[in-house]
């Protein structure tokens, strides 16, 4: 049993983990391993949003950011996804990830200007990214074998972990939080540069993307998941999505994951926004809502037992205030952390 906090970064701790050091989960869970010379990683959302049919001018951008994301400097792995927001938009987020930090900031001084520096009639475009020191961020998988999202671009994978199958495991597997409570600090402020506008959020915001793969089930245990399990997941997620901000929850998104054609595949994932890693948690162990996606995947696991294929996992990352850039054009005022600040006037 290994700890999910890798050596070089365990420190003596000022604050103790949830479970005592003899506690043993009830199943396997793994966490992605960085090379230890790996200080940084990088998470960026580039959305482009537009109601009813897909413009020329959304099918361009996403042409253009996928070439992009092929040229020097470009991402060592991102995928796409789809959603509409709740002001009926459709967004279509491409995710890219590095864990280079040099290479991303060159790479990304041209990428934000083709992005956001440009009007495109018809559209909107957004950029949400994280650049997170490796002790701000946690991941945790139900199997191995297919690593998603920011695992892509580790070294390798765990071997069984300890910290996981608790209230609490989530922030035991961050690596400062040995030492740190992350409690959030300052307010969202909205900064205009032209037509663009930018989020400073608080230090210590909190982004999750929790995610799903039904693509390896067979007859009765995908028409368990899609029946059973599902929509209880949409309906919390539609509830962050409508009513979050009361709780803490700045934006959330329901995507569907598009395969390389542009067809929606059998993968899904939960990206959200939180002031703070504690109402993330609050939310995760008592709100109603998370209380019955919790309950409906324990019944379709203890119904399954082993034999499950459904493949779930989640990256979670504690952001300093430095550490974040929100950046949008065009975009109506619900899109991502602009939801944050409290009037977005013309």
Known sequence: MESAIPLHLETQRT?????PDDYQP?????????????????MAYFGVQYRGATPAAATEALAEIAGLFAGEGGPSHWDRAHYVD???HANIVSVAYWDDIARFDAWFVRAREAWTGKHRDGIGTFIEALRPTVARHETLFSSLGRPEGVAVIADGMSGEV????????????IPLSQTDPMSPGGHPELIRDGARLRVQANDNLCLIRSGQDWSDTEASERKLYLDDVEPVLREGMDFLRDDGLAIGCYANR????????????EKSYGQSWWKSLAALERWAESHPTHVKIFGAAMKYLSTLGPSAKLRLY????VAAADEQFFEYL???PKTGM?????TVTA
Do not use: I
């Open 15 to 19: 604050r103790h983990k949830r479970v």
């Open 26 to 42: 009830p199943y396997p869970s793994f966490v992605a391993r960085y090379k230890p010379a790996v200080g940084r990683v990088v």
């Open 86 to 88: 709740q002001a009926g």
């Open 162 to 173: 300890q910290e996981h199958a608790y209230w609490g495991g989530m922030r035991d597997r």
């Open 330 to 332: 065009n975009c109506h």
């Open 338 to 342: 602009l939801a944050a600040v409290e």
């Open 254 to 265: 329901y995507m569907q994951v598009l395969s390389a054609d542009g067809k929606a595949s």
């Open 314 to 317: 989640h990256e979670v990352t």
